[in-house]
């Protein structure tokens, strides 16, 4: 049995003429949603023993918040190049790519990628699109994350920001 966290980076900055998408940094919305999702994560029990992140600013401090506050080293978070608003494919194969000693492997990442892989991972349902912040966490039956498929997973719990019901799963 293996679990996957997935999870939308919090809410950043608007790109422009002097800030490329890529180097987008979290506002002061996306660092209080952050730290407030990782305190969600923390409280359930749902800690990491892989993390990996898409290589832009934005996800990098999402993830580093993440880490913070799930006693997950820095030094350990693996970037990702590839998973910069990567396509659901693009996702899944990162995360049949990850190791086997790894039980619980947390993705932080882009829409609409996530959102896609989230709703094609979950054998209950189509999922709505993740909003910033928002996390799904799925139970896999698997033995290797190279097993990983499509409507392979069961949800267990399911959160974003602006949800405000203690004790909700989220789920259904």
Not at 42 to 50: F, K, N, Q, V
Not at 147 to 158: F, K, V
């Amino acid at each position: 049995m293996r679990t996957l966290t997935i999870f939308r980076h919090a809410h950043a900055e608007k790109a422009d003429e002097d800030i490329g998408d890529f180097e987008r940094e979290l506002d002061k919305r996306g660092r209080r949603e952050a730290k407030q999702m990782a305190g969600r994560l923390a409280a359930l029990g749902l800690r990491p023993d892989h993390l990996v992140t898409s290589s832009a600013t934005r996800t990098v401090q999402t993830a580093h918040i993440l880490a913070h506050a799930l006693d997950f080293p820095l030094a350990r978070i693996r970037h990702d190049d590839r998973a910069y608003l990567a396509e659901a494919e693009q996702l899944l194969a990162i995360v049949q790519h990850c190791p086997d000693e790894a039980l619980h492997v947390l993705l932080v990442g882009h829409n609409p990628g996530l959102s896609v892989l989230a709703s094609r991972l979950d054998a209950g349902r189509d999922r709505a699109e993740l909003a910033t912040a928002a996390t799904c966490t799925l139970r896999l039956p698997i033995r290797r994350w190279s097993d990983l498929d499509w409507r392979s997973g069961e949800c267990l719990h399911a959160a974003a920001p602006h949800d405000d019901v203690p004790g909700e799963d989220g789920c259904e």
